[in-house]
């Protein structure tokens, strides 16, 4: 392999880039052979793609100017901003949905042998035995694919009729959604959704900033924080926002939802006010506003929007059985014209041949039948009835009735994290001061530390207001250190927490009398009922909780302060000098605060062990520490402080805002003068937060992987976060090691780093999407092959397109059938991409569980589904399938020895009425009777997952169980027909209705013998179908002749009473049946299926 290099061959020979292997899957010889096994389809869809791409050229996206207000100021035409996910429209529905059928062979061949039926020279039987099973089968199809459509077209036509606020010159007008353009102002009110992709202009809120919910772009249910441009955010009324002449330059649409480059410029102010825009300035459409009113101007539309773009069309999706049955009919085909011109050839290819062939290949067609199709369809119908009736799974519903097998063949499931692993809600568990530990039972503890030290305080500040005197902070620290009391270390721990964050409390707004909301700060309950927390992470959320559970309550914060209320009641306030946001490169934030009442200045900060074990001070205990709690599944986050002299802060300032200002490396400037605070900082303490687990979700994971599905998980969250999650819920096993891979940005790094996760054996893969991304773009192939060995594979900060691309790599690569899991609107490409797509109804809202094949309440369903219902459906599908096939099979047999004793003559052995009465009102109900069987019951399957295996290697329906199905056919039609020839010699005119009696006599014993387990309705479809046999005798009559016409062989009622006629099918039957029961008995003796040594 060119991957194994050294290092040092690596440096030293570039040129080795051009010898490795791109993809060794597309290297794939075309001959004929190819072309007649599908590349004529690959062909003409690249003909199709041509031709769309110079008639349909896709218009390339551009960056643009947007001036405030005034949309008919726009270069260029941008698209509507209405949503749509309709597959057809009005004119290509029945196009569409009859090419959807007949790209099929089964039914393209159906519809040309009914045609073939109206040319007269090729007439066999009544048109109405070829055409009303098709036109059956069609009318079905258009139902279900209308019904579908016009719910599509509800859901859409809601969404574009919401109404919203557009300000223009003349004041506020109503817009429909779908009708607002590029350089509109819109107003989004408090939980409204936004309806295009905007610049935040303005906002109701005092400090010029709102929260935003993303869940349903980025699947994280957390709220951002969002700021409004500076400029037009002073305004005094949202008014003068049509006085300014001002624009946004913003850059061209784009897939990546965490980033934006773009410039607010104000024309007519002197000089001219420019302001740089991030991502912090930007309102994507799909989220929805959390506080306080917003005003933007849109700057994307409808299919530019970040949420469209990260959104995939759905596909048609057809199931693997479904595939593995087309392929048998191909063969069957391909045996029906064999056998023809074999029929041909023995006749001695005499008179128009050529006619009596295509006669033979329709009379033969019963091979293939078109029952197949209907009874593979309601099949499907009844699985799906029977999944929403299992009480086990409540609320599950089947969205796409057409593949419920697949639920028996996944080998891959992708998972999404939030809302469907965890519950994302996050519990403060333990606190860790290196000597003393206290956990959820001795929280009380910490709180009657924090009322002590805070009563002293408050004690300590009142006599020294009155003595005149306050004790220098440098002397107490230039004294000989004092090991602190377990009082004031819980207490510096504590304030610690409460201060080094980015929450901000949230009140809620109470309209007054007069309806106007927020028209006055007594309107507002500051009350601790009415206060929410917002953050952009809920683990801060969590540990500012447990701090107001210890009586240290977080009261007020804006940009520039923060106010703390302690047990007594009293109000401390720090003014926030600067704050370090976290960074996934940094992986800590930091805070510096001066207090109001005594003017000190302290540094906090907190992160992630890895990063924080190097800047605080020595110690033995840390390391060990946050492995135990890692162990135990908790979020670790290390807490420390360093106190800061007026001097030292000013130096710092200084320095600080010199390299804001520099042009050239920016960020690492900033980065190494940040750096020069964090050293020698003091540890306080170490937090434990946990994030719950969905019910059973570490049971379901050790379920699916011991049937031996792999299981990835793909999310939007940090690495950290995605890493603990994956160890907390099991996914990766305590004793496997994690290969993290290093975030790369090169093709040299790439290959070094894969290298290095190469020489790994058996641990899982943590990986981020940027590095997914450079890895994908210079080794596919590769990498795909070397993740696909891993036991579990972590993909964390996945945009929704990542995720559906992943999806595809492996369904591309493996050739495996895989299965997408989620619960938000980040999750719907994913889940569409996938072969089998489960959506969760969760907090995220329905969007992901309307885009699936299948709906659950809960992960934990997901074990009942495969395996239960994933294997009944497979198995059910497999025997019936090929039942159906064996059913058409028989009797052709029997024909083609009925037309070689009858001088090779094209001449139906069973007329119209009995050919249609065959496959429906006698036989129809004992075989279909079979999707009631299983092989193994519910308990079973799941308490032995490993039989789950067995399914995928798809061996209930292959071309060894059809070969043994054709022999199985040949052999019973030969010994049906024959015997009735030999035994009857005397009565030969009778010899239709004999064998006709036998025929349906060995299907029904077929079905008995098939069957694993019974139902009473079985043994009532068996007996039904043989009583309406012989009822129909008596009025059939005429259709019991040889031939067209009938040698004036009617059916004789006092024959078939007869004894030697009883006997005689009888012995027929017996012989036909018999040696296949006494083959199966000895199977299940001496070679039993793995599942029924389980049930014995």
């Given amino acids: 392999m060119p991957l194994m290099m050294s290092e040092e061959g690596f440096e030293n020979d570039e040129s080795d880039y051009q010898t490795l292997p791109r993809a060794r899957v597309s290297k794939r010889?075309?001959?004929?052979?190819?072309?007649?096994?599908?590349?004529?389809?690959?062909?003409?869809?690249?003909?199709?793609?041509?031709?769309?791409?110079?008639?349909?050229?896709k218009k390339t996206l551009?960056?643009?100017?947007?001036?405030?207000?005034?949309?008919?100021?726009?270069?260029?035409?941008?698209?509507?901003n209405g949503i749509k996910n309709q597959k057809y429209n009005i004119f290509t529905f029945v196009p569409g949905v009859l090419y959807q059928q007949f790209k099929f062979f089964l039914n393209l061949y159906f519809l040309v042998v009914a045609c073939s039926q109206f040319v007269p020279s090729l007439k066999i039987g009544y048109l109405y035995t070829y055409w009303a099973p098709l036109a059956f089968v069609l009318a079905v199809t258009m139902v279900r694919e209308a019904v579908d459509e016009v719910r599509r077209y509800q859901r859409d036509k809601e969404m574009n009729s919401q109404l919203y606020s557009k300000l223009t010159v003349r004041g506020k007008i109503q817009v429909k959604s779908s009708d607002i353009q590029v350089g509109d102002l819109v107003i989004v009110e408090k939980n409204q959704r936004i309806p295009a992709d905007m610049i935040f202009l303005r906002t109701s809120e005092k400090n010029g900033s709102c929260f935003i919910r993303t869940d349903q772009l980025d699947?994280?249910?957390?709220?951002?924080?969002?700021?409004?441009?500076?400029?037009?955010?002073?305004?005094?009324?949202?008014?003068?926002?049509?006085?300014?002449?001002?624009?946004?330059?913003?850059?061209?649409?784009?897939?990546?939802?965490?980033?934006?480059?773009?410039?607010?410029?104000?024309?007519?102010?002197?000089?001219?006010?420019?302001?740089?825009?991030?991502?912090?300035?930007?309102?994507?459409?799909?989220?929805?506003?959390?506080?306080?009113?917003?005003?933007?101007?849109?700057i994307y539309t409808g299919k530019e929007t970040r949420s469209v773009l990260n959104t995939s069309f759905a596909k048609n999706k057809v199931g693997l059985l479904d595939l593995e049955l087309n392929r048998l009919t191909k063969a069957l085909f391909l045996a029906q014209v064999v056998l023809s011109v074999v029929m041909i050839a023995l006749q001695g290819f005499v008179g128009p041949w050529f006619r009596n062939l295509f006669r033979f290949i329709v009379l033969f067609s019963y091979i293939i039948p078109i029952s197949l199709r209907v009874n593979l369809d309601m099949g499907k119908s009844a699985y799906g009835w029977m999944i929403m009736k299992d009480e086990n799974i409540p609320g599950t519903v089947v969205r796409t009735s057409t593949i419920p097998e697949e639920l028996g063949r996944l080998v891959y499931l992708l998972t999404d994290k939030t809302g469907t692993l965890t519950q994302n809600e996050m519990i403060f568990k333990r606190l860790h001061l290196g000597t003393v530990s206290y956990g959820t039972d001795t929280m009380?503890?910490?709180?009657?530390?924090?009322?002590?030290?805070?009563?002293?305080?408050?004690?300590?500040?009142?006599?020294?207001?009155?003595?005149?005197?306050?004790?220098?902070?440098?002397?107490?620290?230039?004294?000989?250190?004092?090991?602190?009391?377990v009082s004031s270390r819980v207490h510096e721990a504590v304030k610690a927490i409460a201060l080094c964050h980015n929450v901000t409390p949230v009140y809620e707004t109470h309209a007054s009398v007069n309806g106007e909301p927020e028209s006055a700060e007594a309107d507002q309950d500051f009350s601790d009922d009415n206060r929410t927390y917002q953050a952009s992470s809920p683990d801060e959320v969590a540990l500012v909780r447990w701090t107001e559970s210890v009586g240290l309550t977080l009261v007020n914060r804006d940009l520039a302060s923060l106010q703390l209320r302690t047990p007594s009641g009293q109000i401390l306030s720090f003014y926030i000098l600067q704050i370090f946001p976290f960074t996934s490169e940094s992986k800590r934030m930091g805070i510096i605060l001066r207090e109001e009442s005594t003017g000190d200045i302290t540094f906090y900060m907190k992160g992630a062990d890895v990063a924080m074990a190097s800047i605080v001070q020595y110690n033995d205990w840390l390391e060990e520490e946050c492995g135990n709690m890692a162990r135990e599944g908790l979020r670790t986050l290390v807490v420390a402080k360093k106190s800061l002299s007026e001097e030292q802060y000013q130096d710092f300032e200084n320095r600080y805002n010199q390299a804001k200002l520099s042009i050239h490396d920016r960020s690492l400037k900033v980065a190494a003068v940040v750096e020069s605070l964090e050293r020698e900082m003091e540890l306080l303490c170490l937090t434990g937060v946990e994030d719950q687990l969905q019910a059973d979700v570490r049971p379901t994971l050790e379920l699916l992987r011991n049937a031996g599905i792999k299981i990835w998980m793909l999310t939007g969250d940090k690495l950290e976060t995605a890493t603990c999650i994956a160890k907390s819920s099991h996914l990766v096993s305590r004793s496997q090691d994690i290969h993290v891979f290093r975030p790369i940005s090169s093709r040299g790094e790439a290959h070094l780093e894969l290298n290095a996760f190469r020489r790994k054996h058996d641990c899982a893969l943590v990986i981020s999407g940027d590095s997914l991304e450079v890895c994908l773009s210079?080794?596919?192939?590769?990498?795909?092959?070397?993740?696909?060995?891993?036991?579990?594979?972590?993909?964390?900060?996945?945009?929704?397109?990542?995720?559906?691309?992943?999806?595809?790599?492996?369904?591309?690569?493996?050739?495996?059938?895989?299965?997408?899991?989620?619960?938000?609107?980040?999750?719907?490409?994913?889940?569409?991409?996938?072969?089998?797509?489960?959506?969760?109804?969760?907090?995220?809202?329905?969007?992901?569980?309307?885009?699936?094949?299948?709906?659950?309440?809960?992960?934990?369903?997901?074990?009942?589904?495969?395996?239960v219902h994933g294997r009944n459906s497979y198995k059910r599908s497999a025997a019936l399938g090929q039942f159906v096939m064996h059913r058409g099979m028989i009797i052709s047999a029997m024909q083609a020895v009925f037309s070689s004793v009858f001088f090779f003559a094209s001449v139906p052995l069973y007329q119209g009425f009995l050919m249609v009465g065959y496959a429906t009102i006698y036989t129809m109900f004992p075989v279909f009777s079979l999707v009631l069987d299983q092989d193994v019951k519910p308990e079973m399957a799941l308490l032995y997952p490993e039989l789950y295996k067995d399914l995928t290697k798809g061996r209930s329906l292959s071309f060894k169980t059809f070969l043994i199905w054709v022999l199985i056919s040949v052999y019973q039609g030969g010994i049906l027909m024959y015997g009735a020839l030999v035994l009857f010699e005397?009565?030969?005119?009778?010899?239709?209705?004999?064998?006709?009696?036998a025929l349906i006599l060995t299907e029904l014993l077929m079905v008995a013998l098939t069957i694993r387990t019974w139902h009473w309705l079985m043994v009532v479809a068996e007996f039904s179908s043989l009583g309406c046999y012989l009822a129909s005798l008596a009025f059939l009559n005429e259709y019991f002749g040889i031939g067209r016409v009938s040698f004036g062989a009617f059916l004789d009622l006092s024959f078939i009473t007869t004894w030697p006629f009883l006997w005689k099918v009888s012995a027929i039957t017996l012989v036909s049946c018999l040696p296949l029961y006494i083959i199966k008995y000895l199977k299940r003796k001496f070679s039993p299926p793995s599942y029924s040594k389980l049930s014995s």
């Fill in 62 to 80: 551009k960056a643009r100017t947007v001036w405030l207000g005034c949309p008919e100021k726009c270069e260029e035409k941008y698209p509507k």
């Fill in 219 to 298: 699947g994280e249910t957390d709220w951002k924080l969002k700021v409004a441009v500076g400029c037009t955010q002073r305004l005094p009324a949202v008014g003068d926002l049509f006085s300014i002449r001002a624009f946004v330059y913003a850059q061209k649409p784009q897939l990546d939802i965490h980033s934006f480059e773009g410039n607010f410029t104000r024309e007519d102010a002197d000089p001219q006010i420019h302001e740089s825009l991030s991502i912090e300035n930007t309102l994507w459409a799909s989220t929805v506003v959390a506080s306080g009113t917003v005003i933007g101007v849109v």
């Fill in 29 to 57: 010889q075309r001959g004929l052979g190819w072309f007649l096994c599908g590349g004529w389809r690959v062909l003409c869809g690249s003909c199709y793609n041509c031709l769309v791409h110079v008639f349909w050229r």
């Fill in 778 to 867: 210079y080794y596919e192939h590769e990498f795909v092959e070397l993740a696909c060995q891993c036991p579990a594979v972590v993909c964390c900060r996945c945009s929704p397109t990542q995720k559906a691309q992943i999806v595809r790599l492996l369904a591309q690569h493996t050739a495996n059938r895989t299965c997408a899991i989620g619960d938000g609107g980040n999750d719907v490409s994913m889940i569409q991409a996938a072969h089998c797509g489960i959506g969760i109804e969760g907090k995220e809202g329905k969007q992901a569980s309307l885009a699936a094949d299948f709906s659950i309440t809960q992960f934990k369903h997901i074990g009942r589904l495969l395996m």
């Fill in 986 to 997: 005397s009565e030969f005119v009778h010899v239709v209705a004999i064998s006709f009696t």
């Fill in 444 to 485: 009380d503890e910490i709180q009657s530390l924090i009322v002590q030290s805070y009563a002293l305080v408050t004690s300590q500040t009142s006599t020294s207001a009155t003595s005149g005197s306050t004790p220098s902070r440098k002397t107490q620290q230039s004294g000989p250190k004092v090991r602190k009391s």
